[in-house]
Protein backbone atom coordinates (compact mmCIF):
# COMPACT_ATOMS: atom_id res chain seq x y z
CA UNK A 1 0.00 0.00 0.00
CA UNK A 2 1.55 3.26 -1.01
CA UNK A 3 1.37 5.99 1.36
CA UNK A 4 -0.80 8.36 -0.54
CA UNK A 5 -3.31 5.25 -0.42
CA UNK A 6 -3.13 5.35 3.27
CA UNK A 7 -4.07 8.47 3.50
CA UNK A 8 -6.32 7.67 1.56
CA UNK A 9 -8.11 5.07 3.85
CA UNK A 10 -7.30 8.50 6.69
CA UNK A 11 -9.62 10.60 4.32
CA UNK A 12 -12.26 8.01 4.48
CA UNK A 13 -12.28 7.52 8.22
CA UNK A 14 -11.88 11.58 8.33
CA UNK A 15 -15.24 11.52 6.13
CA UNK A 16 -17.04 9.66 8.43
CA UNK A 17 -16.25 11.87 11.23
CA UNK A 18 -17.26 14.51 8.84
CA UNK A 19 -20.79 13.26 8.69
CA UNK A 20 -20.62 12.83 12.80
CA UNK A 21 -20.11 16.32 13.01
CA UNK A 22 -16.44 16.33 14.25
CA UNK A 23 -13.68 17.63 12.86
CA UNK A 24 -12.41 16.09 9.93
CA UNK A 25 -9.46 14.18 11.01
CA UNK A 26 -8.78 10.98 10.37
CA UNK A 27 -6.52 7.66 10.67
CA UNK A 28 -5.64 4.43 10.25
CA UNK A 29 -2.74 1.97 11.33
CA UNK A 30 -1.41 -1.00 8.91
CA UNK A 31 0.06 -4.08 9.10
CA UNK A 32 1.57 -4.68 5.58
CA UNK A 33 -1.82 -3.80 3.44
CA UNK A 34 -4.45 -5.02 6.00
CA UNK A 35 -6.23 -2.21 7.86
CA UNK A 36 -5.89 -3.19 12.00
CA UNK A 37 -6.81 0.61 13.18
CA UNK A 38 -8.82 2.99 11.65
CA UNK A 39 -10.85 6.22 13.87
CA UNK A 40 -11.32 9.78 13.70
CA UNK A 41 -11.64 12.78 16.23
CA UNK A 42 -14.12 11.95 18.20
CA UNK A 43 -14.15 15.25 20.57
CA UNK A 44 -17.83 16.24 20.25
CA UNK A 45 -19.34 12.86 20.37
CA UNK A 46 -17.58 12.20 23.26
CA UNK A 47 -17.27 15.34 25.04
CA UNK A 48 -13.44 14.45 25.83
CA UNK A 49 -9.81 15.98 24.46
CA UNK A 50 -7.80 12.57 24.36
CA UNK A 51 -9.72 11.48 21.46
CA UNK A 52 -7.74 12.54 18.90
CA UNK A 53 -8.19 10.21 15.00
CA UNK A 54 -4.28 8.65 15.06
CA UNK A 55 -4.65 7.75 18.86
CA UNK A 56 -7.77 6.30 18.35
CA UNK A 57 -6.37 4.31 15.37
CA UNK A 58 -3.32 3.09 17.44
CA UNK A 59 -5.46 2.04 20.68
CA UNK A 60 -7.50 -0.42 17.95
CA UNK A 61 -4.33 -1.35 16.46
CA UNK A 62 -2.68 -2.02 20.02
CA UNK A 63 -5.72 -4.06 21.20
CA UNK A 64 -5.99 -5.99 18.33
CA UNK A 65 -1.82 -7.04 18.51
CA UNK A 66 -1.29 -7.07 21.95
CA UNK A 67 2.35 -8.39 22.45
CA UNK A 68 1.91 -10.42 19.25
CA UNK A 69 5.34 -10.47 17.51
CA UNK A 70 4.71 -8.37 13.96
CA UNK A 71 5.33 -10.05 10.69
CA UNK A 72 5.51 -6.48 9.01
CA UNK A 73 5.78 -2.85 9.96
CA UNK A 74 3.42 -0.80 11.06
CA UNK A 75 2.50 2.36 9.18
CA UNK A 76 0.30 5.75 9.93
CA UNK A 77 -1.55 7.46 7.52
CA UNK A 78 -3.38 10.16 9.11
CA UNK A 79 -4.70 13.58 7.55
CA UNK A 80 -3.04 15.84 9.76
CA UNK A 81 0.32 16.05 10.98
CA UNK A 82 0.14 14.19 14.73
CA UNK A 83 0.33 16.19 17.75
CA UNK A 84 3.41 15.30 20.58
CA UNK A 85 0.95 12.57 22.27
CA UNK A 86 0.35 11.17 19.06
CA UNK A 87 3.60 10.85 17.65
CA UNK A 88 4.37 9.42 21.35
CA UNK A 89 1.90 6.85 20.96
CA UNK A 90 3.06 6.03 17.56
CA UNK A 91 6.82 5.88 18.75
CA UNK A 92 5.55 3.12 21.70
CA UNK A 93 3.58 1.02 19.75
CA UNK A 94 6.30 0.42 16.91
CA UNK A 95 4.93 2.72 13.96
CA UNK A 96 7.87 2.65 11.61
CA UNK A 97 6.38 5.56 9.54
CA UNK A 98 3.68 8.11 9.75
CA UNK A 99 2.15 9.92 6.54
CA UNK A 100 -0.43 12.62 6.80
CA UNK A 101 -1.35 15.14 4.57
CA UNK A 102 -1.82 18.43 6.93
CA UNK A 103 0.69 20.48 9.03
CA UNK A 104 -0.74 21.26 12.35
CA UNK A 105 0.76 24.44 12.94
CA UNK A 106 -0.37 24.73 16.36
CA UNK A 107 0.40 21.89 17.38
CA UNK A 108 2.08 19.40 15.14
CA UNK A 109 5.26 17.50 16.12
CA UNK A 110 6.89 16.56 12.93
CA UNK A 111 9.77 18.25 13.51
CA UNK A 112 10.79 16.13 17.26
CA UNK A 113 12.80 13.91 15.37
CA UNK A 114 15.37 16.46 13.98
CA UNK A 115 15.98 17.62 17.66
CA UNK A 116 15.26 14.42 20.21
CA UNK A 117 18.25 12.62 21.17
CA UNK A 118 17.16 9.62 23.42
CA UNK A 119 20.22 8.24 26.24
CA UNK A 120 20.08 4.97 24.92
CA UNK A 121 19.98 3.16 21.45
CA UNK A 122 20.38 -0.74 23.09
CA UNK A 123 17.14 -1.83 20.82
CA UNK A 124 14.97 -1.89 23.71
CA UNK A 125 12.70 0.87 22.86
CA UNK A 126 11.35 1.33 19.16
CA UNK A 127 13.20 4.23 17.29
CA UNK A 128 11.15 7.22 16.04
CA UNK A 129 8.96 6.79 13.24
CA UNK A 130 9.87 8.58 10.03
CA UNK A 131 7.15 11.44 8.95
CA UNK A 132 6.45 12.32 5.56
CA UNK A 133 4.24 15.08 5.11
CA UNK A 134 1.57 17.09 1.99
CA UNK A 135 0.18 13.71 1.12
CA UNK A 136 -3.11 14.50 -0.60
CA UNK A 137 -3.64 17.81 0.41
CA UNK A 138 -5.66 19.51 -1.75
CA UNK A 139 -7.95 16.80 -0.48
CA UNK A 140 -7.59 17.27 3.48
CA UNK A 141 -8.02 20.89 2.75
CA UNK A 142 -11.33 20.61 1.14
CA UNK A 143 -12.37 18.15 4.00
CA UNK A 144 -12.07 21.33 6.57
CA UNK A 145 -13.33 23.64 4.00
CA UNK A 146 -16.59 22.02 4.48
CA UNK A 147 -16.39 21.13 7.78
CA UNK A 148 -16.13 25.49 8.41
CA UNK A 149 -19.14 25.60 6.31
CA UNK A 150 -21.09 24.11 8.69
CA UNK A 151 -19.44 23.99 12.31
CA UNK A 152 -21.54 26.64 14.48
CA UNK A 153 -18.75 27.54 16.27
CA UNK A 154 -16.70 30.53 15.63
CA UNK A 155 -13.78 30.03 16.90
CA UNK A 156 -13.85 26.20 15.11
CA UNK A 157 -14.18 27.78 11.88
CA UNK A 158 -11.39 30.34 11.89
CA UNK A 159 -9.14 27.40 12.94
CA UNK A 160 -10.78 25.13 10.16
CA UNK A 161 -10.85 27.89 7.74
CA UNK A 162 -6.79 28.63 8.66
CA UNK A 163 -6.22 25.00 7.71
CA UNK A 164 -7.93 24.93 4.28
CA UNK A 165 -6.08 27.64 3.41
CA UNK A 166 -7.41 30.15 0.03
CA UNK A 167 -10.43 29.00 -1.69
Known amino acids: MTPEELVGLALDAAEDGLRAGEMPI ?13 GYTSERSRGRRLVHADLLAMIEADERLGWTRREQPLRLGVTMEPCLMCLG ?14 AAP ?42 AAQTTKPHLRRYAEALAGPA
Open 26 to 38: GAVVVMGDEVIGR
Open 106 to 147: DDGAAGIPAVWRPGTQDGIFFPLPSLTGGLRLPECRDQFRRY
Open 89 to 102: TALTLGVSDVFYGL
